[in-house]
């Protein structure tokens, strides 16, 4: 087989190639509760004004604020108490000159009223109450209203025919609150992408089976499903593909269903590896040197499969390190963009290193490291220990990467340097 030049390229250029042949998901209409962590398909626009009435922002009493002037506790203004309205009922009665409806929180306002007087601006604490179910006949406020006090407008929160939520935004619970306080209970929203998972390599062994002497446990399928999980994808894991051409293509082939397939491995220069011949057997996969560190090689292309479907492969290095750090710059904006998701970068806040990183061969330097507050209250990076690309411990103990700049051959300590932080989702500054 003939393997395209290998080229090295930019993250930048990586992603975007990378992105251009990744397409949305289709959309369908779900109930909102399932809506969770998924991405509108359409706009959603409001059937009526949320309030749909003016309310009470407090338990009181609905007034007339011209008839409450002058009062305070010296002075207070009495009124007739004429009704008692609970939320959820509209007041019968008219608010007439110095008279008051006694009213709960979330109660429409009654006619003839325009300010509503709190419980603890008036009497009522300190009158001997009727018996339960029985109104008191008068009130005493004391403390003048002004007009339009406590009371919750119409529309305030959303006006009829405004648009609620823009599509493209993903559904948090804020946003199914919103939906539900429109009355609404199906939403469109892009549908979640399988993503097939397949280890390669003869030395590879799957947790919970015998390993011989010479081999290691698969670190990176389950990984590697766990953040397709995590970012919103439905993994399928295909297992671990011998390095044979029969067991890779058939391994590979049992992936064909899914909407993206990520292996791991094989994409280096290793003597053994039969997975470039067999992912460019199955379409036209480019094998690309990224300017990074770790996670140099790099694969990506599309699979046609026998039925005329096209799946984008993304080929990961096998080293786990390598392997999470290409998934995070690549897999995940690949698997936002099909959630109809854009927003797949991370903050990077700048921070004081304390260690000394060098980085003499040109490539852009994602090492682990921890970010922390010190007690002046700046932020300081450390490394997480050795750095090799098989240290899958150095990346479970950081919370971010340092992006060390292609022509930054070393920083110093106590150099400020700017760090992609894994744990906040989303861009923030
Ligand atoms: P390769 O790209 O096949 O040369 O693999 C690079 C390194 O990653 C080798 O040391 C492999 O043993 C290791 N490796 C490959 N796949 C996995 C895996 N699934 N889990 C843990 N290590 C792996
Ligand atoms: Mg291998």
Same mark, same amino acid.
């Given at each position: 087989?003939?393997?395209?030049?290998?080229?090295?390229?930019?993250?930048?250029?990586?992603?975007?190639?990378?992105?251009?042949?990744?397409?949305?998901?289709?959309?369908?209409?779900?109930?909102?509760?399932?809506?969770?962590?998924?991405?509108?398909?359409?706009?959603?626009?409001?059937?009526?004004?949320?309030?749909?009435?003016?309310?009470?922002?407090?338990?009181?009493?609905?007034?007339?604020?011209?008839?409450?002037?002058?009062?305070?506790?010296?002075?207070?203004?009495?009124?007739?108490?004429?009704?008692?309205?609970? &939320?959820?009922?509209?007041? +019968?009665?008219?608010?007439?000159?110095?008279?008051?409806?006694?009213?709960?929180?979330? &109660?429409?306002?009654?006619?003839?009223?325009?300010?509503?007087?709190?419980?603890?601006?008036?009497?009522?604490?300190?009158?001997?109450?009727?018996?339960?179910?029985?109104?008191?006949?008068?009130?005493?406020?004391?403390?003048?209203?002004?007009?339009?006090?406590?009371?919750?407008?119409?529309?305030?929160?959303?006006?009829?025919?405004?648009?609620?939520?823009?599509?493209?935004?993903?559904?948090?619970?804020?946003?199914?609150?919103?939906?539900?306080?429109?009355?609404?209970?199906?939403?469109?929203?892009?549908?979640?992408?399988?993503?097939?998972?397949?280890?390669?390599?003869?030395?590879?062994?799957?947790?919970?089976?015998?390993?011989?002497?010479?081999?290691?446990?698969?670190?990176?399928?389950?990984?590697?499903?766990?953040?397709?999980?995590?970012?919103?994808?439905?993994?399928?894991?295909?297992?671990?593909?011998?390095?044979?051409?029969?067991?890779?293509?058939?391994?590979?082939?049992?992936?064909?269903?899914?909407?993206?397939?990520?292996?791991?491995?094989?994409?280096?220069?290793?003597?053994?590896?039969?997975?470039?011949?067999?992912? &460019?057997?199955?379409?036209?996969?480019?094998?690309?040197?990224?300017?990074?560190?770790?996670?140099?090689?790099?694969?990506?292309?599309?699979?046609?499969?026998?039925?005329?479907?096209?799946?984008?492969?993304?080929?990961?290095?096998?080293?786990?390190?390598?392997?999470?750090?290409?998934? +995070?710059?690549?897999?995940?904006?690949?698997?936002?963009?099909?959630?109809?998701?854009?927003?797949?970068?991370?903050?990077?806040?700048?921070?004081?290193?304390?260690?000394?990183?060098?980085?003499?061969?040109?490539?852009?330097?994602?090492?682990?490291?921890?970010?922390?507050?010190?007690?002046?209250?700046?932020?300081?990076?450390?490394?997480?220990?050795?750095?090799?690309?098989?240290?899958?411990?150095?990346?479970?103990?950081?919370?971010?990467?340092?992006?060390?700049? +292609?022509?930054?051959?070393?920083?110093?300590?106590?150099?400020?340097?700017?760090?992609?932080?894994?744990?906040?989702?989303?861009?923030?500054?």
């Amino acid at each position: 087989m003939t393997l395209p030049v290998s080229q090295m390229i930019s993250v930048e250029e990586a992603r975007e190639r990378i992105l251009q042949l990744i397409d949305r998901m289709p959309s369908y209409l779900t109930p909102i509760d399932e809506a969770l962590g998924q991405v509108l398909a359409n706009k959603v626009i409001a059937p009526f004004d949320i309030p749909p009435l003016d309310n009470t922002a407090m338990d009181g009493y609905a007034v007339r604020a011209s008839d409450t002037q002058g009062a305070d506790t010296h002075h207070p203004v009495r009124l007739k108490v004429i009704a008692d309205l609970a &939320a959820g009922y509209i007041a +019968e009665q008219e608010v007439g000159e110095n008279e008051a409806i006694r009213i709960m929180t979330g &109660a429409a306002i009654p006619k003839g009223a325009d300010a509503i007087v709190p419980f603890e601006e008036t009497d009522e604490q300190s009158q001997k109450l009727p018996e339960k179910g029985k109104l008191q006949t008068h009130v005493n406020i004391l403390k003048a209203a002004n007009k339009d006090a406590n009371i919750r407008f119409r529309g305030e929160d959303i006006r009829e025919k405004q648009t609620v939520l823009e599509d493209g935004r993903m559904i948090r619970a804020s946003e199914i609150g919103v939906l539900a306080s429109i009355g609404l209970t199906k939403i469109e929203i892009f549908r979640k992408p399988v993503i097939a998972i397949l280890s390669t390599g003869d030395e590879i062994v799957t947790p919970g089976e015998k390993r011989n002497p010479g081999q290691i446990y698969d670190a990176n399928t389950q990984m590697l499903a766990a953040l397709v999980k995590q970012f919103g994808g439905i993994p399928l894991v295909l297992g671990i593909a011998k390095d044979t051409v029969e067991d890779l293509t058939l391994k590979l082939r049992s992936g064909f269903n899914a909407d993206m397939i990520v292996t791991s491995a094989g994409v280096s220069r290793g003597d053994f590896d039969v997975v470039k011949d067999v992912l &460019a057997n199955e379409g036209v996969i480019d094998f690309w040197t990224v300017r990074m560190k770790p996670g140099k090689p790099l694969a990506f292309g599309t699979f046609h499969t026998a039925t005329g479907k096209t799946i984008p492969h993304l080929g990961l290095p096998g080293n786990p390190v390598s392997s999470m750090v290409a998934f +995070e710059l690549f897999g995940r904006p690949a698997l936002y963009k099909m959630q109809g998701r854009s927003d797949w970068e991370r903050p990077v806040i700048q921070a004081i290193t304390q260690d000394k990183i060098v980085n003499t061969d040109g490539r852009r330097f994602f090492a682990r490291c921890i970010v922390s507050k010190n007690a002046n209250g700046t932020l300081i990076a450390s490394l997480t220990g050795p750095q090799g690309s098989g240290i899958l411990t150095s990346m479970s103990a950081a919370n971010g990467l340092t992006i060390i700049p +292609e022509e930054t051959p070393h920083v110093e300590p106590g150099e400020p340097i700017n760090v992609m932080m894994l744990d906040w989702e989303q861009k923030l500054f």
